[in-house]
């Protein structure tokens, strides 16, 4: 079985002694953190050295049912508590930030106006539709504003106010449409938490996920403006990663303590709309599939920064990529295989 929703290159851990491939693999200094009990060795070993043959694979944490099976550094990648650049992973971190701050009566819900908020930075004379955006929209990647990322990208981030840019985006297609994958919409997001709380979106991550979770959240980039980037660049370790992967694998609940509501998780991993390049499922900040049979949910950052949770089997599985500069060229399909025909069939057959 194969990540439905990519075409996935052909099975790395069947061509572990393909002619192509070095003819010895040097394997990670890192080993287990415990023993692999629900992991079957013989598939996990295959799959960490699948995983040792991709150049631009850094670091691999497996967890299942809480407990750390599996770590691995990479090709000289950083410690596993050391902060790295999640790139667009951090849109589900943002969604996260969004559900706490409706939970807590920051933000009235998904249907509050994206104008109630940001009214001051919408053009003179809007168009009309710009007074149906809401959260929800932006969370769903539904605004149908013109995209700030991809071709635009450049052009939106060296403007001299982000928002006004994002929110001066020409209509496509209506709020609520097909799927416009934009960073500007969760950077819209960054600026509604901020001028609604009264407090950076970098104080919130540290009171209302750095602290629970017991983890590094360091300053990361921000606009002219002081709005901390929304959807980019956000700083975590793998190991964070894999503790923020949990919140969601337990239903929003870390040490005991209410972090995260369920129903927000459940929300966010509700499918409303499909990626027009992969054909992917996405609902608020995350995207939904399916790895050998089971469901998958994953948060996914450009260049290999993934956080995938398989709830139905206990699974949280982190893998972080060397990014800078690289076009994906079948990278993240093999990553995908790691998890599919790697971890997913190991946590099967090893029970």
Known sequence: MRFSILVIVPLLIASCGSASEPAAVVPPRD???????????????????????????????????GM?????????????????????????????????AIARGVLRG???????????????????RLARLTVGNLLSMQAGLERTSGENYGRWVSSPNWVRFALSRPFVDQPGGG??????????????????????????????????????????????????FGGNDML???????????LYRLGGVAGGRRVLPATWIE???????????????????????????????????????????VPDLGLTVVMTSNSNGAR?????????????DGIVRAAVTGG
């Open 31 to 65: 080993r287990v953190a415990r023993p692999t009990a629900g992991l079957d060795r013989d598939a996990m070993a295959r799959t960490v050295a699948a995983a040792a043959r991709l150049p631009r694979l850094r670091s691999l944490i497996v967890m299942r049912d």
């Open 110 to 128: 998904v249907d509050q106006p994206v104008l109630s908020v940001l009214r001051s930075d919408a053009p003179a004379d809007p168009d009309p």
């Open 267 to 309: 929300r966010s991993w509700t499918p409303r709309t499909v990626s027009p390049w992969s054909g992917g499922r996405y609902g608020y900040g995350w995207f939904l599939g399916e790895a050998g049979g089971h469901p998958v949910r994953f948060a996914w950052g450009y260049g290999g920064q993934m956080v995938y949770v």
């Open 236 to 246: 975590m370790s793998p190991r964070a990663l894999a503790r923020f992967g949990e």
């Open 328 to 340: 994906d060229t079948g990278h993240i399909a093999a990553l995908h295989a790691l998890l599919a």
């Open 179 to 228: 799927m416009l994958y934009s960073t500007g919409n969760t950077h819209l997001l960054s600026a509604m938490l901020t001028r609604a709380s009264g407090r950076s979106t970098y104080q919130l991550a540290q009171d209302w996920l750095a602290r629970p979770l017991g983890v590094a959240i360091p300053a990361w980039p921000r606009d002219a403006q002081g709005v901390y």
């Open 68 to 100: 750390t099976l599996a770590e691995h550094r990479f090709n000289g990648g950083p410690p596993l508590d050391r902060p790295v650049n999640i790139k667009s992973a951090s849109k589900s971190v943002i969604s996260a930030l969004v559900g706490i």
